[in-house]
């Protein structure tokens, strides 16, 4: 075997290459080079990397024709796929611009059998699905769910009003009764999260064998952080009522009570409205734009209380893990609202004592 000489700078930047290298492959080849360096004869060096003589000769040479080139992959050897860079273009295309409908199939998403027809139609290959789905893995598609995602929302009409729904947030903020409001949901049906576990072994998760749930409505003082909830069995009106009865209770102080909620029906009931107007202006209700739950620091709170208590909890009582739940919330006041960098597009900055505020999930 040929001698191999490596500069010490080379040899450095090679040994530290190698630890970081995650490709096998790759790794052995340098491994092989370093050691054949050192003087190494082909039988230790196939003994240490437990590989064969011939590997050996091989990359040694290699390294001597190509130098670090010898590291890659060659190409794969064989036949040439039957589909060729034209169809593989034409794949793409199908899979990322059009549907099955627009080219005048009665299916709503192309299978591999679909594709295959397709090529046929266009005269383009005559392949089966099984030389399909090879081209799909190739070119790097998967066969997976799809991510649903919300109606557009930016036309705008809506950009306008939902500038004009936080503009009102902003002027709420500036009164001393103003409350953002939302509702969470406790189950004896654990969520389920990260949790450490040893690898190749799934940790068990004990459930119930009929889960139960409660409400929890909850409003956030503005200026003091200070949290006032109430619970119930479902999320409607009488539950937001409830939680304005006990707001009016509780700061009688205050002649006017401002709450951002948003656009679920259990807060513009009519049941609801009627409330309002019956208060004779001392509720007043401010909504929060559509889809978007950054506007509201509230939701914070509830990830936080989620992350602690029910996220994989072993609860089988609902009045236990309620009562884990309260405790947690009460242990925690005042929390610290902070409004979020969505509200830095209306164009005004909060006053001067929350000019540094941003929604972060770090703090709470």
């Known amino acids: 075997m040929e001698n191999i000489t490596i500069a010490p700078e080379a040899r450095k930047s090679l040994i530290i290459e190698m630890k970081r290298e995650t490709k096998p492959s790759r790794r052995l080849r340098m491994h092989i080079t370093l050691l054949a360096s050192d003087g190494r004869s082909p039988t230790e060096i196939s003994r240490v990397l437990f590989c064969s003589r011939t590997t050996v000769y091989a990359v040694v040479s290699r390294f001597l024709r190509e130098g670090l080139a010898a590291f890659d992959d060659r190409e794969a050897r064989g036949p040439r796929p039957l589909l060729g860079k034209e169809a593989d273009e034409r794949v793409e295309k199908l899979l990322e611009e059009d549907s099955p409908t627009s080219r005048g199939w009665l299916r709503s998403r192309w299978s591999c059998k679909l594709l295959a027809l397709q090529f046929l139609r266009e005269r383009l290959a005559s392949v089966s699905r099984e030389t399909v789905r090879r081209a799909l893995h190739r070119l790097g ?46 189950e004896t049906n654990p969520k ?19 889960n139960r749930k409660v409400w ?36 009688r102080c205050h002649k006017q009570l401002h709450l951002a909620v948003d656009n679920d029906s259990s807060h513009t009931s009519k049941r609801v409205k009627e409330y309002v107007e019956d208060s004779e202006g001392r509720v007043n209700l401010h909504p929060l734009p559509s889809w978007s ?47 979020g960098e969505v509200y830095d597009c209306v164009g005004r900055l909060p ?13 709470i």
Request: a positive charge.
């Open 216 to 251: 929890i409505s909850g409003a956030l003082n503005f200026k003091t952080g200070r949290l006032h909830w109430v619970s119930g069995q479902r999320r409607d009106g009488k539950l937001f009522i409830k939680l304005l009865d006990k707001l009016r209770r509780t700061y």
């Open 293 to 339: 739950p950054e506007s509201n620091p509230v939701e914070l709170v509830w990830w936080s209380l989620h992350e602690a208590v029910s996220r994989n909890h072993e609860w089988r009582g609902l009045d236990d893990l309620v009562e884990l739940a309260e405790g947690y919330l009460e242990e925690r006041q005042p929390f610290r609202p902070k409004l």
């Open 351 to 363: 006053p001067q004592d929350r000019s540094s505020v941003h929604l972060s999930r770090g703090v």
């Open 192 to 210: 389920v999260g990260f949790c450490w576990m040893r690898r190749g072994k799934q940790r068990p998760l004990r459930t119930p064998g009929t």
């Open 141 to 186: 598609f998967r066969w997976r769910r799809p991510r649903p995602v919300p109606p557009e929302k930016d036309c705008g009409e809506r950009i306008q009003e939902k500038h004009a729904r936080l503009e009102d947030v902003l002027q709420m903020t500036e009164e001393a009764g103003s409350f953002f409001q939302d509702e969470t949901k406790l």
